[in-house]
């Protein structure tokens, strides 16, 4: 419970509120830099951007320009044309112009701020099996050529083994 102070001529009045109800108003009025209104974007990407929002996840602003991540350099290419959509999908969630322009960076290992990627499967390597006639081609290949040196580092590897 939260005490609601209301002013009046006839002096002051305390009134027993639910949290719930005088929180977002009390925020309201101490949010001047719009910082809460972004979270809610943050919170509602997928549900915003659809389909697109597994390709471009938001990194943050400077000033008026809003940065997405993307995966891989073909996908932010791509993306980079329909940045007037983005942009126009976010400054109507928001209610007013906030963004003017939309540069996207390479996740690189970041963490996006409406969470994290969905984790991939990791895929160890298959370990290599020994080729049954290995070592024929000695005598065959020049020991001072190229294919010479890579076949007998092929054969390192599965000598360390």
């Given at each position: 419970m939260a005490?609601?102070?209301h002013h009046s001529r006839s002096g002051r009045r305390n009134k027993v509120v639910r949290i719930g109800s005088a929180l977002p108003d009390f925020l309201g009025r101490i949010d001047t830099s719009g910082g809460m209104a972004l979270v809610r974007l943050w919170?509602?990407?997928?549900?915003?951007?659809g389909d697109m929002a597994p390709?471009?996840?938001p990194l943050g602003h400077r000033g008026s320009r809003l940065i997405l991540a993307a995966e891989d350099p073909m996908v932010m290419q791509e993306a980079q044309f329909l940045g007037p959509?983005?942009?126009?999908k976010i400054n109507g969630f928001l209610g007013k112009e906030v963004f003017d322009k939309v540069t996207f960076e390479l996740l690189n290992g970041r963490v996006p701020l409406d969470g994290?990627?969905?984790?991939?499967e990791i895929t160890r390597p298959k370990?290599?099996?020994k080729p049954e006639n290995?070592?024929?081609l000695d005598t065959a290949l020049p020991s001072?050529?190229?294919?010479?040196q890579c076949y007998r580092a092929y054969q390192r590897m599965f000598a360390d083994k």
């Open positions: 005490f609601l102070r919170r509602e990407w997928d549900r915003l951007m390709l471009a996840r959509l983005l942009l126009g994290d990627f969905p984790e991939q370990k290599l099996k290995l070592g024929g001072d050529s190229a294919i010479g």
